[in-house]
C-alpha cells in the first residue's frame, strides 16, 4: 500500500514532464485543452527549443507539445521494460509522533516482466537473505502469477489489452491537463550524467480547473523538473506538496511536506528507467493508520532477458 501511494504521487507528478512558477496577477480562467492530431512519427520529430516570455515562464503549449511527446515516449519505455529484470531495493525508517526512528527496515526484490506484467520477488530482508521456507513461498507465490497469466483464456486477454488501453488514453489525457496545471520557469541547463538537461520550477497556475479526479492533487504541489535535451525524457523530479490531499480511491490522505525526489537514466541507450527514488512520506490511510516515513530506494542490475514459454526458476543468470 505504501508503495503503490508513493509512486502515485510521484508519477501523478512525474507525468508533468516540466513546469515553473506562478504568475503575479489571477489570470483569466483556464479553457480545457483542445484534442490535439495525431502525434507524428518520432523519427520525424524535430527537438523543443523552449522559449520563455520576458518573465521566464515557458508557454502552455510548448510545454504541451513536449509533454505529448514525453508520454509518447513513456509509453515506449512501458514496452521496453518487458525486455528487462532489475533488482530494487528499498531502505525505510519510520518515525513516532515526536521525530524518533521506532522502526527501520530494508527489502530487496527481483523484478521481472512475464507475459506483460510485472512480477517482483522478494530475495532479502534487513541485508540477509530470506529463509529457506520463505524462499520458498515467494516462488510459489510468483510460479502461481506467472501459470495464471500463461494459461489466460483470450476473452481474459482481450479485456485486459481493452483495460490497458483505456488507461493509456486516460493517462494522455492527464498529461496535457498537467501542462495546464503548473507555471513552468525555465532556470536554464545542466548536465546530468553527462547529458544536457532543462531545469524547470514549476507552481501551481491561478485559475486551473482540474477536470479529473486525479488532477485535483496538481495545485497541492510544486517542484523542480531536469527535462533531457536530446531525448526529451524528464531524468529527474523534486516534488513537495504545499497542501494536504486525498486519493480517494484509497481512502488515503497524503500530508503538506510530504518531499519526493524520483531520479531516471537510459539504459542500454535505448531506455529510461528508474534508478532512485528518496521520499520523506507523512499520510493517514483510512482515518486510522499514519504513516511518517523516510523511503530511499534505488534499482540496479537492468539486463535484458527473453522470456520463453516456461519459465521455472528466478534468480538465474539467464531467464
Not at 217 to 235: A, H, S, Y
Request: net charge negative; glycine share 4%.
Amino acid at each position: 500500500m505504501l508503495a503503490a501511494l508513493l509512486l502515485a504521487a510521484v508519477c501523478a507528478f512525474a507525468q508533468v514532464q516540466a513546469r515553473p512558477a506562478p504568475e503575479t496577477t489571477p489570470p483569466a480562467p483556464i479553457e480545457p485543452s483542445q484534442p490535439h492530431k495525431q502525434v507524428p512519427e518520432q523519427n520525424d520529430w524535430k527537438p523543443v527549443d523552449l522559449q520563455p516570455d520576458a518573465t521566464g515562464v515557458v508557454p502552455p503549449e510548448q510545454i504541451r507539445q513536449l509533454l505529448r511527446r514525453a508520454e509518447e515516449k513513456d509509453l515506449e519505455n512501458n514496452k521496453q521494460l518487458r525486455n528487462y529484470t532489475y533488482i530494487e531495493h528499498s531502505n525505510l525508517h519510520y518515525f513516532d509522533g515526536h521525530g524518533g526512528v521506532k522502526k527501520t527496515e530494508s527489502r530487496t526484490s527481483e523484478v521481472l516482466e512475464i507475459y506483460g506484467e510485472q512480477v517482483e520477488r522478494l530475495t532479502a530482508k534487513d541485508g540477509k537473505p530470506l529463509p529457506a521456507r520463505e524462499a520458498e513461498k515467494e516462488n510459489e507465490r510468483v510460479e502461481k502469477i506467472i501459470d495464471k497469466r500463461k494459461n489466460e483464456s483470450e476473452d481474459a486477454r482481450l479485456k485486459r489489452l481493452e483495460k490497458e488501453e483505456k488507461e493509456r488514453q486516460e493517462d494522455r489525457k492527464f498529461v496535457l491537463e498537467v501542462a495546464d496545471a503548473f507555471n513552468f520557469r525555465l532556470l536554464g541547463s545542466q548536465l546530468i550524467d553527462g547529458r544536457d538537461s532543462w531545469v524547470l520550477d514549476c507552481e501551481p497556475r491561478l485559475g486551473f480547473r482540474p477536470r479529473s479526479m486525479e488532477a485535483k492533487m496538481l495545485p497541492k504541489l510544486k517542484g523542480r523538473i531536469w527535462i533531457d535535451k536530446q531525448d526529451e525524457q524528464w531524468t529527474k523530479l523534486d516534488v513537495t506538496a504545499i497542501d494536504t490531499f486525498s486519493f480517494a480511491w484509497v481512502l488515503a490522505r497524503v500530508h503538506k511536506g510530504t518531499h519526493v525526489l524520483f531520479e531516471q537514466t537510459k539504459v542500454n541507450d535505448e531506455i529510461w528507467l528508474p534508478k532512485h527514488i528518496q521520499a520523506f512520506v507523512d499520510m493517514r490511510i483510512a482515518l486510522f493508520k499514519g504513516y511518517d516515513v523516510d523511503v530511499d530506494q534505488t534499482y540496479r542490475d537492468y539486463k535484458k532477458f527473453s522470456t520463453d514459454t516456461k519459465i521455472t526458476v528466478l534468480g538465474e543468470e539467464s531467464h
